[in-house]
């Protein structure tokens, strides 16, 4: 299904841990994955997402 390929903004805000004013702040700065327009909402590619993730914290394990 499509709806599992793609992170809400309610998503990426509980997977980071900050408000949608932050999240919009990041993602004017390019500091989060590009994002979509699916039917008049923001979309995250899963794919994407879990990578930036995966490259930004490599090192703190």
């Known amino acids: 299904m499509i709806e599992n390929k793609f ?4 998503q990426m805000c509980e997977l980071f841990g900050i408000s949608q004013t ?3 702040r ?3 700065l390019n ?3 590009r994002s979509i327009k699916l039917g008049g ?9 879990d990578r930036f993730i ?5 090192g703190d394990v």
Do not use: A, C, N, S
């Open 22 to 24: 932050t999240l919009w």
């Open 41 to 49: 909402k923001r979309r995250w590619l899963r794919d994407d997402v």
């Open 54 to 58: 995966e490259r930004r914290f490599e």
């Open 26 to 28: 990041y993602r004017e």
């Open 7 to 10: 992170y809400t903004t309610q």
């Open 31 to 33: 500091q989060l994955p």
